[in-house]
Every structure is written in C-alpha cells, then in structure tokens.
C-alpha cells in the first residue's frame, strides 16, 4: 500500500470519520424506513405491484431529481445543500410516522410521502460525493469513495434486519420515527462544520443553465465519458444478481426467507471483504487493470450461477464472487469519473454518473427478470455473464484514464482583461487567438490544438473552430463564441492548472515575435445601448492617437 493510502486511512480524519458515520446512520435509518413502508403497503394494498411501486417511489426521484440535485450543489454551498436535504428528509419521515400513527395513510399518501423522502436522498446523494473530495487529501480519495460504499453495504446489511425487528416490535411508524432521528446526525455533525467558500464576485449561474454545462463537460471530456458507458454496460449486466435472488432462494435451493437471507449475506461478505483486496489492487496496477479483472469475475460468478443454481455451496461462493465483482467496479468507476472532473463542475458530473448507472440498473433488473420469465432463470444468468465478458473488449475500445492524474486544482494565473461596462448584459462574445506555426509543425500543432477545443467547450464555449488562412498557410486563427461576457470570466476561472499545460503544450508551435494575438469582440446591433456616443467616440480616437 502507499503510505497514507490504506483503505482505512480517511477514518483518522476526524471530519471525515464524522460524516461518515453520520451516513451511515442515515443510509441504515432510510433503509429501515423502507421496510417499514414496504410492510405498511402490504397491509393497506397487498397486491404484488402496489408492494413494487413503493421500491418505485423510493429509486424514481434519484432518476429524475439527481441532475437537478448536482448542479445545486456546484452553485450553492455544499453543506447547506446537505442540511436541507437531511432536515427534509426527517421531517417528511416525521409526518409519515405521525400518519401511520393515527390511522391515516393510504397507499395513494404511502407512495406520495415515500417519493418525498426519496428526493430528500437525491438532493444529499451528489453534493455528498463531492464533499468527499474536498475532506480527504487527494491520495486518500480513492480509500475515502471506496470507504463510502462499505458504509453503504454495511447499511444494507443492517438496515432490512433492523427494520424488520422494528416493525414487529413497535409498529411501521417506528421505522419512520428511526429514519427522522437518523437523518438528524448528518446535521449534527454539519452544524460544526465551517465550510470555506472560494471567493466569487460573478453571478451564480442559472440552474437550468449548470444541468446544460455539465452535460457539456462531460460530452467534451472522452475519459469521463468512457467511464459512463463502462459503469452502465456493467450495471445492466450486474443488475441481474439481486433482482434474481429471490428466485434463486425460492425455486432453485427450496427455501424462504431465512435462505434469501443467507444469500444476500454471502454477496455482502463478498463485497466488504473484497474492498481491502481490490483497494490495494488498484493502487498497484491502475484502475483499468481492476476493472477488466472484475468484469471477468463477474462473468465467472454468473457463469456459475447459470449452470449450477441448485448446488447451495458454489451459489454461495459465486454470490461472495458476484459481491466483491460490484463493489470493486463501481468503487473504481466513481473514482475514475472524480479524478477526472474539475472541481467546479464535480456534483453534476457525479449526479450524471449516478443517473445513467442508476438507469442501467433499474433497466436491467426488470429485462432480466422479463428473460427469466420467457426462458429460465439459468438463461437469464448465462446472458448476463456473456454481457461481462463481452464487455472486457472495453479494456481495448474505451480504457480507463491511466498514468497519473491530471492537476485539475483550478490555475492561479490568467492574461488580464479588457473592461467591459454593463458585462452582465454584453454578448455574445467571440474571441479569436492568432498563431503563426511553422508548415513543419502544423500537424501537431492541430492535433494539440484539438485538445484545446475540447477545453473550451467543456469550459463554457458555444462554438469552437482553429482556422487557417488560405493566403498564408503559416497564419492560424483560433476562435471560439460565448453567451456573453461572464461567461467569458466563468471560462477563464474554470480553466485547471491541466487545461493551462494543454493550452501551453499548442502555443509551444507559435512562432510569432510576439504572444499570440488575443481579441475579444462582442456582437452589437443597430439599436444596442452599449454603442459610444459622439463624445465617447471621440475620447476613444483621442486616446488612440495618443498611444494610451
């Protein structure tokens, strides 16, 4: 292990250990609150779709609400977001126990309250993700996520059990009552929390406009974009383990609920065991090494449980497989997409990420289960472990980012520029950079000005061209158009120290005397109200003649 790198080590951060166990206490809370309102429907609706619509009502707002929930979490304070999406979720909990209580819930008020509580932990997932970030060093960031996802294990390992004790010793309200109290931790510790915010005199961004960037970032950033279609492929596939579980306990090994149990925990085992296997896995040989690796062990565990799901044993070893397979992959798929996105954007991207994962899953489960259903639980099995294996020709098509990661600190140093009065209105805004490259070097320098691109539309760009001049081949104009001046300014405070090596990497090929020329020109029109007026036209031409 790398010294400062053990999976454990973010637990001696005494900021992180707070918030982590406050999640967990949380996560186990809101699973419990789902045991509890999946039983309550079962005695106010007992039919098998009213029962599936509550696990429904739960996963849906994360599905529609987390891009939403991601760029609230970029433009405000990350903590406050928190706070609000905790205190929100108690207090739904809250008034759902008090409705249990007197008698009052229905299925139609069950699924409304369990949907409201739902968006409560779609508004903590992303902003919780990028805290993380911010609270562990950077080499601690890879323990920290994986951290992240044995607390949720260990959550969902406790949280049915204690659930189902709950609920039959104090009634479903309990369960609610204990998912309001446990929300209220994560608030504790965030109340002695003091957040420092980065200086920022722009304007904030407008939301819909944040959720159109970040889609933007990602669609320009090749590396992010490989990890979303990896983490979907093998969430689909993977998402056939537990939605067939319970078939597996029922019609292939004869049990109950005592069986499904014992499966459930074999699979867990498997994954919180795993993490201190894979984590120094991939310290050593790099995350595409482990996500290859765990895609073949995926294909192994259901190759198993294609072709022999009636022997108890190898279902439990294939199960401990399948876990440590889950965990393993989409630790190193958050990892990926977090050390490969700017700070400023990092919630967005994450919400994205947890989206289209999420999609997959949910996706998965009800094609697998309509498979099984059509063919055999084996067949269904089989395909899924061929969609792993198939999916190990990702490790040659879309690799994962390897090397060291790029510095994407945000940079320090920007050319000064022009005033511009009125700049919240003023736009849209061109920019062009001319370069004089010598014919030797032009191909490279195109290639590395590609790069560039990609940085300025991830950055805010609406369009990006480099152009040469047909009269002199050595003369080079790059331009590039944004809504308006701020979001000039925001493009320029967005650029990380990786973006300014890019952008330095291509002016290595200018050959001018000077800098490359930069001009910046805003769109006017007929009528606009920033055009000078004859006495300002005049002190313009005076200052020119004069060299000022």
Known sequence: MVAGGGILSPLRLPLFRSIWTANLIGSTGWLVQGVGAGWLMTTLAGTPEMVALVQTATQAPILLFALL?????????????????????????????????????????????????????????????????????KEQ?????????????????????????????????????????????????LLFWRRELPPDDLPRERLGSAVVTGLRYVGETPAIGAILIRGAVFG?????????????ARDRLGGGPIVYGVLLGAFGIGALLGAFLVHPLRQRRGAEFVITSLGA????????????????????????????????????????????????????????????VFG???????????????????????????????????????????????????????????????????GPVMVQIEYTVDLADAPAFVAAMDEVGHLRRRNGALRWRLFQDVADDTHWIEAFVLADWVEHQRLRRRMTRADVALEARAVAYHRGKEAPLRRYMVARRHDSRYLLDAAEQGAVAARRAGGG
């Open 69 to 137: 929930a991601g760029a609230l979490a970029d433009l405000w304070d990350r903590r406050l977001v928190l706070l609000v999406a905790q205190l929100w979720v108690s207090m739904v909990s809250a008034g759902l126990a008090l409705m249990s209580g007197l008698g009052l819930a229905t299925p139609t008020i069950l699924l409304l309250f369990t949907f409201l509580i739902g968006a409560g932990a779609a508004l903590n997932g992303p902003a919780w993700q990028a805290v993380v970030r911010e609270i562990v060093p």
């Open 141 to 189: 960031l890879a323990a920290a996520v994986t951290l992240n996802a044995i607390g949720f294990n260990l959550a969902r390992a406790l949280g049915p059990a204690v659930g189902g004790a709950v609920v039959a010793a104090y009634g479903t309200e309990a369960a609610f009552i204990v998912n309001a109290v446990g929300a209220l931790a994560l608030v504790a510790v």
């Open 236 to 248: 689909f596939a993977a998402s056939a383990v537990l939605a067939l579980l319970p078939l597996i």
């Open 297 to 356: 062990m995926g294909g192994l565990a259901f190759l198993a449980l294609g072709l022999a799901p009636s022997r108890f044993p190898l279902v439990l070893a294939a199960l401990a497989l399948a876990g440590t397979s889950w965990l393993g992959s989409f630790s190193t798929f958050n990892i990926a997409v977090q050390m490969s996105t700017a700070f400023w954007v990092q919630a967005r991207v994450l919400a994205l990420y947890q989206t289209i």
């Open 360 to 426: 997959a899953m949910a996706l998965g489960a009800w094609i697998w289960g309509e498979v099984a259903g059509l063919t055999s639980l084996e067949t269904a099995h089989l395909a899924a472990g061929a969609l792993l294996f198939l999916g190990l020709a990702f490790h040659w098509w879309l690799p994962a980012p390897a090397g060291e990661a790029p510095d994407l600190h945000p940079a320090t140093h920007h050319e000064p520029l022009p005033a511009l009065p009125d700049a919240v209105e003023a």
